[in-house]
């Protein structure tokens, strides 16, 4: 009954598809659409002053989720997407914002995604939104690595790599898109993912017989555990017989598979949670050679072994759920310790208003605004206050490079921008000026 209402409701949605999205004169519908164009760049926003984190190609399906007019927002979903990535940062000293475990990391809060700039290198140079994760967020880990205060110009920050999440968007200019067929929609709706099998991680080995025996062993265990057929006695008048003669026969013994019964030996001398992860490969590189050589003539010692090689399964989980409790034992105690350190700086550094790169203001330039000097985010290249020439500090030598300020921060009201009056400015890193 199940497989039939499966066929029924798959061969309805085969009948009757969705209708193509429908178009308007300013913006698309949403919904799937086809590339047109090659190496059509996929950015961070609506305008061609975003930045591109990839590229589609021509023939790929995309999700139009929302338009404007000339640019469409398409979901992270699909081949277009399937090796893309994202950026999660933060300072060093607040561990508690993203946890991570294995190639898994959790969001601790709402934690926003950084699309990275595929034309520069810089991670200053990536600084637009992807998608923002509510907290108890799952997503895979790339990479982790430490990018020092030498580079962020203020302190050291955690950046992590991750597998982009299908929450996440991006923006293409809608004339490079056109509605999807029937086919290209099926195909999409139905992408055939390759599942992982329990022997995807198996230790090579000559299986020529594997594929065989996977496909034979149901039959095979179907047989050996159907009922025996009812024995009907039948009673027939005894014929007495001349005197049988007595002939010896030797009864081979019962075959026996040598690297089958070693194996054995080596799993019964010590328990399961106790195998570490090399013993536990050489076990199953074994158990597979001899479901490759007894597949075919022994079924029944091909399926011991088989079972084994489950059983192995559970002794590979138990070693990675050991690793991981005593790699997050250590990433406790490791935290405990940056936090103390951090501390301690902190208590030692110089009290800095704020830091960053001490650059020429393009804006207030001395002709329609005031003269003034900018202090820009590394990372970004944002903005973060400005100062003035006529200041009790000489400035001038220090452009390019970051710097840390002792001072007062005020608001200009008449430019609505944040000002610095420095006591004291300090080099944080000497660069050469650009």
């Known amino acids: 009954m199940f497989v039939s209402v499966a066929f029924a409701i798959t061969m309805t949605s085969l009948m009757t598809p969705p209708p ?17 164009v090659d190496s059509i760049p996929v950015r ?152 992982p099998t329990w022997m995807t991680t198996m230790p090579s080995s000559p299986l020529a017989n594997w594929r065989a025996w996977s496909a034979k062993r149901p039959a095979w265990i179907a047989a050996m555990n159907a009922p025996e057929p009812e024995v009907i006695e039948v009673v027939e008048e005894v014929i007495p017989e001349p005197e049988p003669v007595v002939e010896v026969v030797v009864v081979p013994p019962p075959y026996v598979n040598d690297r089958m019964v070693a194996l054995e030996n080596t799993l019964a001398a010590t328990p399961l949670f106790k195998l570490d992860a090399a013993a536990v ?16 003539s022994h079924p029944d010692i091909a399926e011991r ?16 759920t050991r690793d991981e ?10 935290s405990g310790e940056d936090l103390r350190s951090q501390r301690r700086m902190l208590d030692d550094s110089p009290e800095y208003v704020i830091r ?20 820009q985010d590394p990372f970004s290249g944002r903005s973060l206050a400005y ?8 400035v001038r030598g220090m452009l390019g490079q970051r ?7 005020t608001w200009n009201p008449d430019w609505n921008v944040m000002t610095v009056d420095p006591q004291r400015i300090d080099l944080v890193s000497v660069n050469p000026p650009q």
């Open 20 to 36: 193509p999205p429908q178009a308007t004169s300013n913006e698309l519908a949403a919904g799937l659409y086809v590339v047109t």
């Open 44 to 195: 961070c926003g609506p305008t061609i002053e975003h930045y591109p984190f990839l590229h589609a190609q021509s023939g790929n399906i995309v999700r139009v989720v929302e338009t404007m007019p000339g640019w469409a927002r398409i979901a992270a979903e699909g081949p277009v997407f399937a090796d893309s990535w994202g950026v999660i940062r933060y300072p060093a000293d607040e561990p508690g914002r993203f946890d991570v475990l294995g190639s898994q990391g959790i969001t601790r809060g709402t934690t926003e995604v950084i699309a990275p700039n595929i034309n520069r290198t810089g991670w200053s140079d990536s600084f637009g939104w992807a998608c923002t994760l509510p907290a108890d967020t799952e997503v895979v880990v790339l990479e982790t690595t430490t990018v020092g205060a030498e580079e962020t110009g203020t302190e050291p920050y955690t950046v992590h790599r991750i597998r982009l999440p299908e929450t996440a968007t991006g923006w293409v200019v809608s004339s490079a898109l056109a509605p999807a067929g029937e086919m290209d929609a099926s195909n999409f709706e139905n992408a055939v993912v390759e599942a």
């Open 403 to 409: 710097v840390g300020i002792v001072g007062r921060m």
């Open 305 to 320: 072994a088989t079972l084994r090689l489950r059983q192995l399964e559970l002794a590979s989980s138990i070693n990675a």
């Open 356 to 375: 960053g790169k001490l650059s020429i203001s393009p804006v207030f330039d001395g002709n329609d605004k005031p003269l003034y000097y900018r202090l």
């Open 281 to 296: 490969a050489k076990l199953r590189s074994g158990y597979v050679a001899v479901v490759d050589a007894e597949s075919g």
């Open 325 to 334: 409790i005593a790699a997050a034992q250590a990433r406790i105690a490791r």
């Open 387 to 394: 100062i003035s020439p006529e200041s009790a500090v000489d």
